[in-house]
């Protein structure tokens, strides 16, 4: 009996054992990353409905060194709405008196959070909806003020709702009573007190909805949006992070034209087409095709007839800036790459014929270009805008962009070799200019090479580790197992990281003390080039890597909002120019192609395997033997068993 119960106690504590196992399995480990609250705000943010309607904030929140950065603070207010077909509209709205902003955030219900001295202000623009609900909490007398030109012509149809007839439809109610007056050529519509109290403005209607059902229909909107999301292998804060910036780039995009803000941030209140291509790879990587796909067509209505692209453009009418970064030429590329990636997702053969001409536009750009210059895309100034020369970026991204098109005519049933040789081409030219030393070097420099017979121009890799060079290596350029790959990726990781990061490349002063002036020391680690490093450890199966390096970033955000870059001394987010839409864009692809290992779970279920053999043996031992006992001390008369 005694053995029995030992037996028994056994096979009870491998099945606690096993149990144990099991629950650990499902539940993994603790999530204890968090989005950081004792950090810097944005200043500025966009909200969008994502169809008709966006408004620019101001959330108050002060700007370090303003006048060096070439901006202002300005207290919470509506800065600008851009209505459809009407443009910008001659309108904006002030809240007063609210004291000073100590902390401004986007939440995972697409609502701008403002919170003051006096209380806070909640900003809601629903998805699909033209309705813009301001509701304020304070413990003091503030108002909300809305400016509109006195020629527009209104009717007062009770003391708290008044409506606008020309020249656009458009309603204003509030839940208190509301004042309207002339000032200087505008009419100012005020709603005020203290307590909670709402105003809600209503464009393109003269009905008045109600706050309860905008409230709801926002978060039901949105949750309903991000549910339609490719879901990563991610928990905890680290979701959250997927799909707040997926709720920022859907924010940043013109709903109407399609291109996307580079930040809200005054700074670089532009589309730059490298920075929005990438945010229009990311929504189709996570399953947003529609609003990709506009992006990709105002691309290609803005190609030049050259067929390459301006660098940036203006946000809300899409014209050109004629006169910054002229020229960089990683766009041609990035757009080839772009449409075939949609292509590769949606299998939209009439949408590849529709853009068709504007692939062929930079194809025969491309060509002219590598004939006339030794093989090589020409000069230019992208990725970092500040190095006239044949940069590694441009030159690896148009190689890629190549290979791109060259699927592109395949899937159409075109004669792609051409193209194919083109990319070889270049891809070889590359190969044999940009690698030397054991690394692909930032750029070429131009040198004199005096000879017997005269001399000539030569070009040489410049020696600069640059940690742009990771992402094509990422998209497929080489193989990332390569030895050429992991040499150049060890290079940059080991001259750039940063506290965790990665810097751009040696001496990197821009936020310091040569354009922005928020970083207390060069080299600060900028959060696009980190989550670089994140995607090429996912292609070489460096998971833990690549954790580590998500993390990172969402440790250093402005409540979840990814800035460009991180103090490389105290580690905040520099501010000049957070939230940062592309940094936004590379963390949601980082995200959606992140997988965790493997090895682990094998392990886990080897082991429960492993511990349901032993506890089957062992009870059936126990339980097999009880009913034999009594049979073995019973025999017949003749010496048999019964």
Request: proline residues 6%.
């Amino acid at each position: 009996m005694p053995g029995r119960i030992a037996y028994l106690i056994i096979g009870i504590v491998l099945l606690v054992i096993g149990a144990s196992i099991l629950i650990l399995s499902i539940i993994q480990k603790p999530q204890t990353i968090q989005f950081p609250t004792n950090t810097s705000s944005p200043a500025y943010l966009l909200l969008s409905n994502w169809r008709n309607l966006s408004i620019y904030i101001s959330t108050g929140y002060p700007i370090p060194k303003p006048v060096l950065n070439g901006e202002e603070s300005k207290p919470p207010s509506i800065l600008q709405v851009f209505y459809g077909k009407y443009g910008l509209l001659k309108m904006n709205i002030t809240i007063t008196n609210t004291g000073n902003t100590k902390s401004a955030y986007l939440t995972l219900n697409n609502t701008v959070i403002i919170n003051e001295e006096n209380g806070s202000t909640t900003i809601i623009l629903p998805p699909n909806y033209t309705s813009i609900s301001i509701i304020q909490r304070s413990i003091t007398n503030t108002s909300i003020d809305i400016f509109v030109p006195s020629i527009y012509g209104y009717v007062v149809v009770n003391s708290d709702y008044v409506v606008f007839t020309s020249p656009l439809l458009m309603s204003v109610y509030s839940n208190t009573s509301l004042s309207l007056r002339g000032v200087g050529g505008w009419y100012v519509i005020s709603a005020g007190g203290n307590g909670t109290y709402y105003l809600v403005i209503t464009l393109g209607s003269t009905k008045a909805m109600p706050i309860d059902y905008l409230i709801y229909i926002n978060n039901h909107e949105v949750t309903q949006w991000l549910s339609m999301a490719k879901k990563p292998r991610l928990n905890g804060a680290l979701l959250n992070e997927y799909y707040l910036s997926l709720l920022l780039l859907m924010d940043d995009q013109n709903p109407v034209t399609g291109e996307f803000v580079a930040s809200p941030e005054p700074v670089y209140f532009y589309s730059w087409v490298r920075d929005s291509s990438y945010a229009a790879m990311a929504l189709q990587e996570a399953g947003y095709y529609g609003y990709a796909m506009k992006y990709w067509l105002w691309m290609c209505s803005a190609q030049n007839s050259s067929g390459t692209w301006y660098t940036r453009y203006n946000f809300w009418s899409g014209s050109p800036d004629t006169t910054f970064g002229i020229p960089e030429y990683d766009s041609i590329g990035l757009f080839q790459l772009g449409v075939w990636q949609f292509y590769e997702y949606t299998h939209n053969k009439s949408f590849l014929m529709t853009v068709l001409p504007c692939i062929n536009k930079s194809l025969m750009w491309e060509q002219g270009a590598i004939i006339s210059n030794g093989g090589l895309i020409p000069r230019d100034l992208s990725i970092w805008e500040d190095n006239y020369a044949y940069n590694f970026w441009t030159q690896a991204i148009d190689d890629l962009g190549l290979y791109a098109s060259a699927n592109i005519y395949r899937a159409l049933g075109l004669n792609y070799t051409w193209i194919l040789r083109l990319a070889n081409e270049l891809n070889e030219t590359i190969q044999s200019h940009f690698y030397s030393k054991g690394f692909y070097s930032q750029a070429l420099m131009e040198t004199t090479l005096y000879t017997s017979s005269g001399s000539e121009t030569i070009y040489e890799p410049n020696g600069i580790p640059d940690s742009s060079v990771i992402l094509p290596i990422a998209l497929g350029w080489i193989n990332p197992h390569s030895g050429r790959a992991i040499n150049t990726v060890n290079k940059v990781v080991n001259v750039l990281l940063v506290n965790g990061g990665l810097a751009r490349f040696p001496d990197d002063d821009y936020h310091y003390d040569y354009a922005l002036y928020d970083s207390t020391a060069p080299d600060p680690p900028w959060v696009i080039t980190t989550l670089f490093l994140a995607m090429y450890y996912e292609d070489v199966g460096n998971s833990t890597g690549a954790l580590q390096l998500l993390s990172w970033c969402v440790e250093h955000s402005q409540h979840g909002l990814l800035p460009e870059a991180v103090d490389p001394r105290l580690g905040y987010p520099l501010p000049t120019t957070s939230p940062l839409t592309w940094s936004a864009a590379m963390y949601v692809m980082a995200a959606i192609n992140y997988k965790p290992k493997q090895g682990f779970v094998l392990t886990i279920i080897m082991l429960l395997a492993v511990v349901v053999i032993m506890l089957s043996i062992i009870m059936f031992v126990v339980y097999g033997r009880l009913n034999k006992p009594y049979a073995l001390s019973v025999t017949h008369e003749d010496g048999g068993y019964l």
